[in-house]
């Protein structure tokens, strides 16, 4: 043990200073006060980036750490998001034998009091007018919180964060088999498991993309051992937690024709078991209203709502300067029809034949479907995040180092973003892109001495 700390007396000096930010963070910190929470998240993703670069042999230490930094949130509430009101809200109306997904909260607050009434004023007015977008596994995982945590708003929180960070010690486990299957670096999901940004979003802030992410990355590990009924499984509980992986369907073509020779018929049975599979996680709260609503609650993301944008901002200025006016409506319907067909193309003709390929493809879909989105919060990007951690590129994690910058906009009174930090955000980001592009496809054209 003595041996331990003189060979690594800076990483544990830093791990400490680290315990120290994470605690500010978590029990000191109003989103309202940028220059403290830009200056503690900067600090957090350079000792982190520090932490990778000088223990990366050891893993015991960094997975520790990571434990570490997450329990430090435990008994905190979220400071950056109202979001788990309403997660406590779908919960709660579950535990009451209602359907979450057939009212509004602002339409049945009056039959409500006590606790009810603390989740309906802590979810803002947004949550409040608009049906429920979390898919059913995910509304689980909310009245799994709500049960266990009774009548304490605190209890059920801690649940929540409980089951994201057990979550995380599963990406970590079949991240860590999976770049060892693909034979890269195991050290390489440190990326994305002692990254700030996952540990505030996620364990901080109580997005469930963590969990998702839990099943996708167990469900491609599964794929690369060829155990491709299961991995359908967990791709379907994936889905049923965040509907994100539903765009991945189709970048399987190639990767199934080229594994097992244009099997059009297993390939079918993935589709259909993943396909079942969020159909039954559906049935409970199956109806007519619940397809509508929750339709249009989907929708409501690309027509409505604006935040952190880059290629829909350049396009929202040019409808001001043609047209005179918020072209927001038109173009949130055909932004997601040029994003589906960027994924089919990366679908049918990039040649998706290897686990890393596939997962470098995914990784460029999801790129292009933020980059054309109406709005990108800053724990979408866990997502592309774990991708890249199974590629070449590195570029994520210069974003997720930059996307605090958006949190700008709730320093103000009337929420305003400022466009030069979003400048600033997507040019790094759009630079770096191209440059390990480039970088890469003269890498794979470059002959061998």
Known sequence: MKEFFKNHRFSILIALTG???????????????????IGLYGGLFF??????????TNFWFLAGLAILYRLIYLFALPNLSQDFYRFLWDGK???????????????????????????????GNLSQGNYTSYPPVNQ??????????????????????????????????????????????????????LNPFIIIELTGNLHFEGVMLFFLIWSLY?????????????????????????MFLPLLWNYFRKNDNLNIQKL??????????ILLTFLPFLSSELISNFSASIGLWFQKF?????????????????????????????????TLLIILGLAFFRRNYSTQKLITTMLFGLTAYFFLSTT?????????????????????????????????????????????????????????????ILKNEFQTKKPAI
């Open 140 to 193: 689980l995982f909310f009245a799994v919180s709500a049960l266990l945590g009774g009548k304490s708003i605190l209890g059920s929180v801690i649940t929540m964060r409980v089951l994201i960070i057990i979550a995380d010690i599963g990406t970590l486990f079949f991240g860590r088999k999976l770049l060892q299957s693909l034979g890269l670096p195991k050290h390489q999901i440190f990326w994305y498991i």
């Open 19 to 37: 315990i120290a930010f994470y605690f500010s963070f978590a029990y000191n910190l109003d989103r309202t006060d940028f220059i403290k929470l």
């Open 268 to 277: 079918g049975l993935y589709y259909a078991a993943a396909g079942l599979t």
């Open 47 to 56: 000792m982190s980036f520090r932490l990778n670069q000088l223990e990366k």
């Open 306 to 338: 604006e935040f952190n944008a880059s290629i829909y901002y350049l396009v929202r200025w040019i409808g001001f300067e043609l047209k005179g006016y918020n072209i927001i409506a038109t173009a949130g319907k055909i932004l997601p029809v040029l």
């Open 376 to 436: 990108v919060h800053p724990w979408y990007l866990a997502t592309p995040l774990l991708l890249s951690v199974f590629t070449k590129y590195r570029f994520m994690i210069l974003w997720t180092g930059l996307i605090f910058l958006s949190y700008f906009t709730y320093s103000n009174p009337g929420f305003e973003e400022n466009y030069w930090l979003l400048a600033v955000e997507y040019l790094a980001v759009f630079g770096y892109l191209i440059y390990e």
């Open 93 to 123: 109306l579950i535990l009451e034998g209602m359907n979450p997904y057939l009212y509004k909260p602002s339409e049945i607050i009056t039959n409500f009091q006590g606790i009810y009434t603390e989740l309906y004023e802590g979810m």
């Open 222 to 246: 599964l794929l690369q051992k060829g155990k491709w009924l299961f991995s359908a499984f967990l791709l379907g509980i994936s889905v049923s937690v965040k509907l994100i992986p539903l």
